[in-house]
Nanobody, 117 residues
Framework: QVQLVESGGDLVQPGGSLRLSCGVS????????MGWYRQAPGKQRELVAS???????NYVDSVKGRFTISRDNAKNTMYLQMNSLKPEDTAVYYC???????????WGQGTQVTVSS
């Protein structure tokens, strides 16, 4: 089975940076399409960035040029480098994984990112 554990969330001032990490248990990491979602209070969960098994990436328009998703297959870990943070980036960020074929979906428990002065 796959388990996801996020870390790296924090309180940061506007313009600051954070790096989120998602560690993935087991030996299935290279078969998983990974993504970061976020959910702000009162809003729907939103896909922020994704990265395929071949390291092809996609981003929601609001974070393009500021966030970078990456994966280290040797460490079974996915990252989200978040730069130039804005208050509207405040949310719980969730690690997501799905098999490259679709089907099975896995979620982490979330890590809080708060951007405030």
């Amino acid at each position: 089975q796959v388990q996801l554990v996020e870390s790296g969330g924090d309180l940061v001032q506007p313009g600051g940076s954070l790096r989120l990490s998602c560690g993935v248990s087991g030996n299935m990491f290279t078969t998983l399409v990974m993504g970061w979602y976020r959910q702000a209070p009162g809003k729907q969960r939103e896909l922020v960035a994704s990265i395929t098994t071949a390291s092809r990436t996609n981003y929601v328009d609001s974070v393009k040029g500021r966030f970078t998703i990456s994966r280290d297959n040797a460490k079974n870990t996915m990252y989200l480098q978040m730069n130039s943070l804005k208050p509207e980036d405040t949310a719980v960020y969730y690690c997501n994984a799905r098999h490259f074929t679709g089907g099975l979906i896995y979620w982490g428990q979330g890590t809080q990112v708060t951007v405030s002065s």
